[in-house]
């Protein structure tokens, strides 16, 4: 269980989030969208630890996340891919995925090739001359060392081809569905967003406008204007 209470956040003397609330069960699939400094980005950094809210708290599987150091938060099970591409540049696929598993059960790495052939294929190739699709792809795989419960992602298919968008999209199902781990997307792409997730989530100048399910944010255009 993921449950956001009456969150309240900001910068200095900005209020960014403003009473925001949400809750999903375990292994859940939510999108969240929201027009440019809507706090899409400020909402995940509270969940993970990285923003202290002001009021409210966030409690994943029974601790409050907002409280608790980012390291915390990963040994908690929690796993936040920030926008670009979060890779060790001159590092190999299988370097990049060790260190990102250092605390972890290297042997995972195994797994995580079978969920993503094509860094086996890879693992030896240095992570800045694979393309932006590919270190995308990397950039979850390293998340993934760390087991998470939840899966973060803050806009992951900014600066990708549209044909690879829909590749990572599929990508986050199948490691929903294999592993069970809760996924959160913030996206720009909403049609990508909305074939992948269950429920979805705006947001407008900090507050929850909107919240339901992908169908019923597909069918009822009047929405889109949020974002
Ligand atoms: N570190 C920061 N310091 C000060 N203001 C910030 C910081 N990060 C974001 N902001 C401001 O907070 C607002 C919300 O930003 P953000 O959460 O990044 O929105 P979104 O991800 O929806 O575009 C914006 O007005 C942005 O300028
Ligand atoms: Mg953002």
Avoid at 12 to 20: C, H, P, Q, S
Avoid at 68 to 85: C, K, L, S, W, Y
Avoid at 156 to 171: E, F, K, Q, Y
């Amino acid at each position: 269980m993921l449950k956001v209470q009456n969150l309240t956040a900001g910068y200095g003397a900005l209020t960014v989030l403003n009473d925001v609330s949400l809750s999903l069960p375990t292994g859940a699939r939510l999108g969240i969208f929201g027009h440019n400094g809507a706090g899409k980005t400020t909402l995940l950094r509270c969940i993970v630890g990285a923003v202290r809210p002001r009021q409210g708290k966030v409690d994943v599987e029974g601790a409050d996340t907002s409280a608790a150091t980012v390291a915390e938060n990963v040994r908690h099970g929690i796993a936040f891919v920030p926008q670009g591409h979060n890779v060790f540049p001159n590092l190999t696929v299988e370097q990049n995925l060790r260190i990102a598993g250092l605390l972890f059960d290297p042997s995972f790495v195994t797994q995580v090739y079978e969920l993503f052939p094509v860094l086996a294929e890879r693992r030896q190739q240095r992570a800045c001359s694979m393309s932006g699709g590919e270190q995308q792809m990397l950039a979850l795989g390293m998340a993934l060392m760390t087991k998470p419960k939840w899966l973060l992602l803050d806009e992951p298919s900014t600066g990708l081809a549209p044909v690879i968008v829909g590749n990572v999209m599929r990508r986050l199902v199948e490691v929903n569905n294999r592993m069970g781990v809760g996924l959160i997307v913030v996206e720009q792409n909403v049609p990508a967003t909305l074939k992948v997730v269950e429920q979805t989530l705006i947001l407008r100048s900090g507050k929850v406008v909107f919240q339901g399910s992908a169908t019923e944010l597909s069918g009822n255009t009047d929405l889109w204007k949020w974002f």
